[in-house]
């Protein structure tokens, strides 16, 4: 079963705007990953956030996590046509098996 | 970076026929592989753990004798669709997590994905 939620489940914008993300989770968790997966193909893994960090950021890439509230934003700055994907967050338990539960994804959509 | 290599991308087939799947890790030794289904538009649901040396572990409703996992190597994992019905068309994604202590702790890598096509 899916370990959470994200919202929305599409957005569409325009280059060089931001774009946030955001996901909710039910259990507590080691970690939370962001994985990006363009139509078709594999997924590519973006940022990895633990339980005991709130920030992290790669690049244009800035990621929180609120472990009170169980949940995670995925803010892309300066958004480009390359980044139109899917995005999906995913958590591995503390407790339980290694592999990765997913959320159920945001379809991004820049327009150049 | 670390690459996952998932053979063949594209399978078309006929009811009945078995479909084999590899994942294979090129530039380091997996432990632990995972197998993914993804319908259209939704996520990825985990179907089953496969581990080097030893028998898979199976999500609740996957059955095993339908979806058969080998993981014979540090390498190479294979999914084996067997008699496969137009049901079981989907995409399947495997990833692979390497050794080490902090096994939790570390980003997954994933092939890129068998679009199985059952006519």
């Known amino acids: 079963s899916q370990q959470g939620e994200e919202d929305p489940q599409a957005l569409s914008i325009q280059e060089g705007e931001n774009a946030t993300m955001n996901c909710s989770y039910k259990t507590s968790i080691n970690n939370l990953q962001w994985y990006r997966q363009n139509s078709g193909r594999g997924l590519v893994h973006l940022i990895l956030?633990?339980?005991?960090?709130r920030e992290k950021h790669s690049g244009r890439l800035r990621v929180t996590l609120d472990t009170s509230k169980k949940s995670s934003s995925l803010l892309i700055t300066a958004s480009r046509a390359a980044d139109t994907a899917s995005y999906f967050c995913a958590t591995v338990l503390i407790v339980g098996r290694r592999a990765l539960t997913f959320g159920s994804g945001t379809r991004l959509q820049v327009q150049p | 970076g670390a690459v996952v290599s998932q053979h063949p991308s594209r399978v078309i087939c006929k009811s009945g026929t078995s479909v084999k799947i590899e994942c294979r890790s090129l530039d380091f030794q997996a432990t632990t592989m995972f197998w993914y289904r993804q319908f259209p538009k939704q996520s990825l649901m985990l179907m089953a753990t496969?581990?080097?040396?030893?028998?898979?572990?199976?999500e609740q409703g996957v059955e095993k004798d339908k979806f058969l996992i080998n993981h014979a190597s540090l390498t190479l994992s294979t999914l084996t669709v067997t008699s496969a019905h137009p049901e079981d068309s989907s995409f399947y994604i495997c990833?692979?997590?390497?050794?080490?202590?902090?096994?939790?702790?570390?980003?997954?890598?994933f092939g890129d994905g068998t679009r199985l096509s059952i006519l």
């Open positions: 956030i633990r339980s005991n960090e």
């Open positions: 496969s581990n080097e040396g030893s028998k898979a572990t199976y």
């Open positions: 990833s692979a997590s390497g050794q080490g202590r902090s096994l939790s702790n570390q980003p997954q890598h």
